[in-house]
């Protein structure tokens, strides 16, 4: 199995897009949608799309394995944005131009202040020692989740530093997924997506208030069985016609490195719109006792073994 490429940079729609002054579907008081053509992207054809690997797109945010204080730590998304008064100067150059293209930051003044310890994501460009917003006006990047930062809790129930090990669920078998404790120097590197209980109002329905349950999923690591091609039309009845179509959307990993998504945003459908293709796999619970581990480490180990018919119908016992 071939290791895929982390997800460091936005992903562009594997159709050209277009901006409607409509109110958008994904993020509430938008007053424009971004809707995807039938036209492939040039980007996607280029990296041969039709060969590339499907997998699913998970609803959560995006998490990262590297070192940090000499051991291998995880990093929350952190994307460095402009404040409110260049916002509103990039926003109006937007509007009057049809894009960004061409727009002039000034980087130590135009953008929030972002903890020392920030780094900013890969391949994100550089000009006079200054790392450069991308075309919506972030500059992606990573911070460090310590255990005492309350604003990172959730990041934080699925690492444990004392025995350097993280919360995955993963496949184990075509149909079945487990939650497994896994090294954090396996992970090294890696991208992932946290998702439960408190991330995203939690489409997959993991836990509840009382019994929280957050896990990271490796970027790539869930694929599509059967999915369809890369066509407007074939795409959009899959969505809403295939049971393995209740997903959020699906990210392609060319050969060449390339990555390409659709969300169903793109194709004018709701997300989440009910119960959900990932939420009713079945899954196994494989974690092992380790002293002193958190208390959601302990909460799975006291179900090591147990098997459940549904990922959210994981429950702990009382």
């Known amino acids: 199995m071939r290791r895929l490429g982390p997800v460091q940079q936005k992903i562009p729609c594997v159709f050209v897009t277009d901006v409607r002054e409509e109110q958008s579907r994904k993020r509430d008081g938008q007053p424009f949608?971004?809707?995807a053509t039938e036209n492939v992207n040039p980007i996607a054809l280029e990296a041969n799309v039709d060969c590339a690997l499907a997998t699913e797109k998970l609803d959560g945010t995006c998490c990262y394995v590297t070192v940090y204080k000499g051991q291998p730590y995880l990093w929350a998304r952190l994307d460095r944005k402009p404040t409110k008064q260049a916002e509103k100067r990039f926003k109006k150059y937007q509007h009057s131009h049809k894009g960004s293209k061409g727009f002039m930051w000034n980087v130590k003044e135009d953008f929030k202040m972002v903890p020392e310890t920030w780094i900013p994501a890969h391949r994100v460009k550089h000009h006079n020692g200054?790392?450069?917003?991308?075309?919506?006006?972030?500059?992606?990047?990573?911070?460090?989740?310590?255990?005492?930062?309350?604003?990172?809790?959730?990041?934080?129930?699925?690492?444990?530093?004392?025995?350097?090990?993280?919360?995955?669920?993963?496949?184990?078998?075509?149909?079945?997924l487990e939650i497994a404790a896994v090294p954090l120097a396996d992970l090294q590197e890696q991208t992932l997506e946290l998702i439960g209980t408190n991330v995203n109002g939690n489409p997959y329905g993991l836990g509840s208030k009382k019994q929280p349950v957050h896990c990271l999923v490796s970027h790539g690591s869930i694929r599509l069985r059967?999915?369809?091609?890369?066509?407007?039309?074939?795409?959009?009845?899959?969505?809403?016609?295939?049971?393995?179509?209740?997903?959020?959307?699906?990210?392609?990993?060319c050969n060449d490195g390339t990555l390409v998504k659709i969300h169903r945003h793109h194709l004018g459908l709701w997300w989440p719109d009910g119960d959900t293709s990932f939420g009713n796999r079945p899954v196994v619970i494989r974690v092992e006792a380790h002293d002193n581990t958190t208390d959601l480490f302990s909460s799975l180990f006291s179900l090591n073994g147990h098997c459940?018919?549904?990922?959210?119908?994981?429950?702990?016992?009382s």
């Open 33 to 35: 949608q971004v809707v």
């Open 226 to 253: 059967n999915p369809p091609p890369v066509d407007f039309q074939l795409l959009r009845s899959w969505f809403q016609e295939n049971p393995e179509g209740r997903v959020e959307g699906i990210v392609w990993h």
């Open 130 to 176: 200054h790392p450069v917003p991308d075309e919506h006006g972030h500059i992606p990047g990573w911070v460090p989740v310590e255990k005492d930062n309350k604003q990172y809790c959730w990041h934080s129930a699925v690492v444990d530093y004392k025995v350097r090990a993280a919360l995955i669920l993963r496949p184990c078998s075509e149909d079945m």
């Open 308 to 317: 459940f018919s549904r990922l959210q119908d994981v429950r702990f016992e």
